[in-house]
């Protein structure tokens, strides 16, 4: 196993009481496999990214663990974690146009990189630049262009060079096709399989996505997040065939390729959540016992499991 | 209802030398009452400067908009002041949309203040009256944009545009900042809304599958023109045109088995050295996998290729019919 995560907590503290964007997350991830992160907007998706990569503000309160390769990331000094981060798990980050630093080409912030982590000369991390880029479909003449003069296609492929400056074995992807036209959007997916699943051995990844369709195409296995907690997860396969949450099974029929059935009501706050199941005030089969006792995740088939009563 | 005759777009920039960008080149619908028109295509082909010149945030530089037989380009400014409530705009980023300052409360009476339809007590009232129609709560109204999330926000954003009893409501990508079950919610309503109010609707997208459900027609546009344009059933039934063919294969859907499959690759990459509007001949040449002689010499015309159905391309005849079934997986190419 590459990662194991074990009771993930994040709380931040707010003037309203603790924001609980990851309650009690458990999650694996195998060498070589792409796990899927599904979920709406505020369901704690980034966040859990962003712990397990130690980039979150002072301000959160982490508890549980994380361990990649056996080793506990949330117990490692500052100094170790440096070492992780980059070579060992790099993420790329969402929205590229305000993650990359304007002032700077893209080559210098690839080579940046390089520098700092793997310690290569001026000459040989410019080089190694070019060759990234080129990885990344980006002609390497471009090297000298800034953020603002490339396409969001462009600037989001720059963002993936970055993340593999170092040759992660495991890169984690926070929306990457969050905001690009349709024909863009298929091309990172394609570029994300080749980088992944097209180098030997295969990198591992963790796909955050809100959507479905981008899931299906790239992930072998699939985590439903809802208000901070997993409700569902298995085979990306099994879980399109056979969704047995409610809320899983709601946001397929909402993707326009399913008829873009509306699920009623909001997702709810992170600081005031629903006692009971938090999903039970928008969900159909909602029961008395919904309102009142949390659903622990069942094991409904081989690698398949279910955080709800009636699944 | 809506009829857009040959308009044009041409921004220029500079002040030692002029350039200037054709944006729009000849766009021509037209769209029946109570009626939605897809108008589809990538960000940068134009689709959301025709959206803008409609409800005349932009002039156009040539042709004609029609909105009940009257013609908007020539109207002088206090008609057109008169006309403006019938003529809404929704933008795309609902966050933008509102002053951060204001309560909704008070971004919402500002169309009953502004067009002098309501007074004190009865603002009050309708304001109340919308934030329901669109499925929000009354305590909404006390709370600032950023309380609201991007779902929310749009849907205020609708009732904002509800307020005045439209006759057409420009939609510019409602709902492509918002995540895909919000999306649903969203659109759901404008539906609804559309069948009881009767509005006439431009849905503008960048996501073929989307505007499938919103529309009874839709137009492809592609670098400032429609390049094919037909009833929605007709342009999913036989898409024509290779673009409007990679935006189909583009459709990734949420099926793990089809998700594999994809074959937008076909789909060659835009060249920035190829000049376009020096080489002339049609627009889509450098990306387009069946380009041939004439395509680089003549701009093919925008043809009527079956009953009510037009495609711009000289090969459409020579390519090889296609199907895109309901659920959106396309084999083509």
Aim: glycine fraction near 8%; include cysteine; aromatic fraction near 6%.
């Amino acid at each position: 196993m590459l990662l194991k995560i074990t009771s993930l907590r994040v709380y931040f503290k707010s003037a309203d009481g603790f924001v609980k964007a990851a309650d009690g997350v458990d999650l694996e991830l195998y060498p070589g496999e792409i796990l899927g992160l599904v979920g709406e907007t505020g369901s704690g998706k980034t966040v859990l990214g962003l712990a397990i990569t130690r980039l979150l503000p002072k301000t959160a309160a982490v508890s549980g663990e994380v361990l990649y390769r056996g080793q506990n990331l949330l117990a490692l000094p500052e100094e170790e974690m440096r070492k992780v981060r980059g070579r060992q798990v790099s993420m790329i980050f969402q929205n590229p146009l305000s993650s990359l630093n304007p002032a700077l080409s893209i080559g210098e912030q690839i080579a940046e990189v390089l520098r700092e982590h793997q310690g290569l000369k001026r000459k040989a991390a410019w080089q190694r630049a070019g060759e990234l880029l080129e990885l990344t479909g980006i002609p390497a003449k471009w090297i000298r262009s800034y953020p603002h003069e490339l396409s969001g296609g462009m600037r989001q492929r720059a963002m993936i060079a970055i993340g593999l400056a170092c040759a992660p074995s495991l890169l984690i992807a926070d929306e990457p096709t969050r905001g690009l036209d349709v024909t863009i959007q298929v091309q990172i997916v394609e570029l994300l399989h080749a980088v992944t699943k097209g180098v030997s051995p295969p990198r591992s990844m963790l796909l955050i996505t809100h959507d479905l369709g981008v899931a299906a195409a790239l992930t072998d296995r699939l985590a439903v997040m809802y208000a901070g907690k997993i409700v569902e997860y298995g085979r990306t396969a099994e879980v399109f065939r056979n969704p047995r949450h409610p809320y899983t099974r709601a946001l397929l029929d909402s993707h326009p390729s399913n008829g873009l059935i509306a699920t009623r009501g909001f997702s709810p706050s992170l600081i005031n959540l629903p006692p009971g199941c938090s999903f039970h005030p928008r969900c159909k089969k909602a029961r008395k016992k919904c309102a009142h006792e949390p659903p622990l995740v069942q094991r409904i088939g081989m690698d398949h499991g279910v955080r709800c009563f009636y699944a | 209802m809506l009829e857009v005759v040959g308009i044009e777009k041409v921004f220029t920039s500079g002040i030692f030398r002029r350039r200037s960008i054709e944006v729009v080149r000849g766009v021509s619908f037209r769209v029946n009452k109570g009626q939605t028109l897809g108008l589809v295509g990538e960000s940068g082909c134009g689709k959301t400067t025709v959206g803008k010149m409609i409800v005349r945030l932009i002039e156009p530089t040539a042709g004609r908009i029609l909105f009940n037989g009257i013609e908007l380009t020539r109207l002088d400014p206090r008609k057109l002041r008169k006309l403006r409530p019938k003529i809404q705009i929704i933008f795309q980023d609902p966050d933008m949309a509102f002053n951060p300052r204001w309560k909704i409360r008070d971004s919402l009476g500002e169309p009953f203040k502004l067009n002098r339809l309501a007074r004190g007590r009865e603002i009050i009232d309708r304001v109340l009256e919308l934030i329901e129609t669109v499925g929000l709560h009354p305590e909404h109204l006390n709370r600032y944009p950023f309380e609201l999330s991007g779902g929310q926000l749009q849907r205020v954003a609708l009732a904002r545009v509800l307020a005045l009893q439209p006759e057409l409501i420009v939609a510019d990508e409602p709902t492509s900042s918002l995540d895909v079950s919000v999306q649903a919610q969203v659109l759901t309503l404008l539906k609804e809304l559309q069948r009881r109010f009767q509005f006439t609707c431009v849905f503008i997208s960048h996501d073929l599958n989307v505007a499938r459900w919103m529309s009874d027609r839709i137009a492809v546009m592609y670098r400032g023109k429609i390049v094919e344009e037909g009833k929605t059933e007709s342009i999913f039934g036989s898409p024509r045109h290779p673009y409007t063919r990679a935006l189909l294969g583009a459709i990734l859907v949420p099926d793990p088995e089809a998700g594999r499959t994809w074959r937008v690759a076909s789909l060659n990459h835009v060249s920035p050295e190829v000049n376009l509007e020096k080489a002339g001949g049609c627009s889509f040449q450098d990306r387009c996998p069946h380009a041939e002689k004439i395509c680089r010499e003549k701009e093919p015309p925008l043809a009527v290729s079956a009953p009510d159905h037009r495609v711009a391309c000289h090969r459409f005849k020579d390519l090889v019919p296609v199907q895109a079934n309901v659920t959106g997986k396309v084999c083509f190419l």
